[in-house]
């Protein structure tokens, strides 16, 4: 059992690799996460600042709910945040449609590589493959 301090308020809290705070502010943290987003889906327009003021919410647990894709941003809102990778505007998320397609196809070719790789190794062992005799012949 792991018991740790809550970020938020101090107190010692069972830990069970979910979250830092303690059962208290996480609901506390859920509750604003619900106010933030009604807010949010009666005025679609409004920018980080304004939302982080009316919802008493700082404007980095914003950004972090976008980053973690629990909250977006309308299409047509002014604001957003930029992409990790290249900086384009982007609504929700760490990286934009254009940046998560590379990061996919890289890792797809990273997987493929080793395959092709192993294949030609094993044909190759194969093809060179002979069997060889010992000579049990005594020198004079």
């Given amino acids: 059992m792991d018991v740790r301090n809550c970020r938020e308020c101090g107190k010692l809290f069972n830990y069970i ?8 502010c996480s ?39 976008i980053r973690e894709e629990r909250l977006a941003f309308a299409d047509n809102s002014a604001v957003g945040i930029e992409c990790e990778k290249c900086g ?19 890792l797809n070719n990273i997987y493929r590589e080793p395959e092709a790789q192993s294949v030609q190794k094993r044909k190759d062992y194969k093809e060179n493959a002979k069997m060889r005799f010992l000579d049990n012949k005594e020198t004079d």
């Fill in 17 to 24: 690799g979910v979250s830092d705070l303690c059962p208290n």
């Fill in 27 to 65: 609901k506390k943290l859920d509750d604003k996460f619900g106010k933030v987003k009604s807010y949010l889906y009666d005025h679609p327009g409004a920018g980080i600042q304004e939302v982080s003021e009316e919802n008493d919410v700082t404007p980095g647990q914003i950004r972090k709910w």
């Fill in 88 to 106: 384009t505007m982007i609504r929700t998320g760490r990286f934009c449609q254009s940046c998560k397609d590379k990061l996919a196809n890289n």
